[in-house]
């Protein structure tokens, strides 16, 4: 499964695209380490959990199922998916991010660039992972690479006033 990430406005809202058709909707408010989608028109959350080692879990805001979490594991971390397990891991230059199985098998890539206003970027999910599950580990991933970019963004501002000082 493709799908484009999108931020249509300068609001902190993106979409996951497949095609024209928007698949999930992700909102993250900027000072708090949480965030909610819809996906699929069910409505999620990721809850924050942890200090320094953070894990985030989803799930869903109606019935507060737990659809996933996403937690350290020694010096990985891992997300936990119905019965499957994957690592979070760089996937090398120009690659991005994604889950690898345990079986060493890429399971999902993702990729975003940040712009001065706007975030967008690429999600590919392997065809095996069944698509409810496939557009919650895509959500997470976008969410989490979308932090990762603000961190980014935000370390480099620090540094650059502190060296003007």
Do not use: C, N
Not at 86 to 99: Q, T
Request: charged share 30%; aromatic share 6%.
């Amino acid at each position: 499964m493709e799908l484009a990430l999108v931020q249509p406005s300068l609001r902190r809202e993106w979409s996951l695209l497949r095609g024209d058709e928007v698949v999930a909707t992700l909102w993250i408010p900027l000072f708090r380490r949480r965030a909610a989608a819809e996906i699929a028109g069910r409505r999620v959350t990721f809850e924050r959990e942890g200090g320094v080692r953070t894990a985030y879990l989803v799930r869903d805001a109606t019935t507060g199922e737990q659809l996933a979490r996403f937690r350290p594991e020694g010096l990985h971390r891992v997300l936990e998916l119905g019965d499957q397990r994957a690592e979070w891991k760089r996937l090398g230059p120009g690659k991005g991010f994604g889950f690898v199985g345990a079986d060493g098998e890429q399971v999902l890539s993702a990729k975003v660039a940040s712009g001065i206003a706007r975030t967008q970027g690429e999600v590919e999910v392997d065809d095996s992972i069944p698509e409810r599950d496939a557009l919650v580990a895509a959500v997470l991933a976008s969410f989490l690479l979308i932090r990762k970019a603000e961190d980014t963004a935000s370390a480099a501002a620090s540094s650059t006033a502190v060296a003007t000082l």
